[in-house]
C-alpha cells in the first residue's frame, strides 16, 4: 500500500471522528471561541464551524416514501420511492460521494418476509471543489428501491414500511441529518389488484433514464483494458464520462477531474499506486455521447 494512501485513509477516520464529536457536542462548539477547521479526504470533506450548528441538516433535506402500486403484491419484487427535496443551494451526495458523504438508509420498520435491494439512483453531477471531484445532487432527487416481499407477507393484509435515511448536506458549510419516512401499503396475492399508483410516472421515468447493464462489454463495442491505468474505449464516441460506484476496497481514481471526463473515444483513468491490486473489480456509470446521442451503460472491469 502506497504512502500516500496511508495517509488519507488516516485523514479519513480523522474526519469521520471529528464529525461525530461535532454533532454530539454541537452546543458546546457554538458557544466556544474554537477556531475553524476544515478536513479532507477521499470520502469525507467538509468544513466544521462553529456556525454550523445554527443550521439544522434534518431540515435542511424533507423525505418522503412512495410506492408504485398500489398494493404490495405477496411472492414478488416490489418498488418504492425515497424522495429527497433539499433546500435551495444546498447539495447532498450520490452513493459515491467523491470528497463528501454518502446518503444511506435502512429499513427500521417492516414485518419479517419483507427486505430492500439495490436503488436505481440518478445521474448525479459533477461537482468540481479545490479538493476534488464531488457526486452530488440538488432539489428533488427520486430514488427507486426494489423491495422483495416474501408470500407470507400476504397474511398480514396491510403493511408499514418505515426507512431511516442519512445524509451530508452542503453549502458553504457541511451539516449531518437525518429522518424518517414511512409508508402503509394494503398487500395482496393477486397481481391484478396492484393499480398504478399517482407515483407511477416518476417509476416509469427513472426507468428510462437508468443505464443499461452491460453484462459483456463486447456487446456493446465497449473496450476495457487495466495495466498501471485503466482504459475505456467506446469507438466512435465523442465524449465520454465516466462516474465510478463505491467500492469496498476504497480505490478511487487518483485525478478525478482530469481523468474522468474527455473529449474523444477513450478515457485513461489513473490511481494511486497499488490501488489496482487491492481492487476485484471497478464498476460504474459509463456516458456517451456520439454527437448529439447520449448512450448510458452500468459497466464492470474486472481487475482481477
Known sequence: M??????????????????????????AFASSA????????????????????VQDGNTLVKIQALSEKSHLVAGETNWIGLVFNTSRDWHIYWRNPGNGMPTTWKLTEAPDGIELGDAVWPLPERYETEFGLDFVHHGRVFVMIPIDVDASVAKQGEVTIEIEAKWLVCKDICVPGKATASITLPVTSDPAKAAPARAAKAFKDTREAAPKVVEELKDEAIEANVGDVVTITKPGATELTFYPYENDEGVYPNEPKKDLMKKGDTLTIRYYDGDLELAQEIKGVLVVMTGDKEERFEITIPIR
Do not use: E, H, K, Y
Open 2 to 27: 502506497s504512502i500516500s494512501r496511508v495517509f488519507t485513509r488516516t485523514r479519513l477516520a480523522m474526519s469521520a471522528v471529528a464529525l461525530t464529536s461535532a454533532a454530539i457536542l454541537g452546543a
Open 34 to 53: 474554537a477556531q475553524d477547521r476544515t478536513m479532507d479526504a477521499p470520502n469525507v470533506q467538509m468544513s466544521i464551524l462553529p456556525m454550523a450548528f
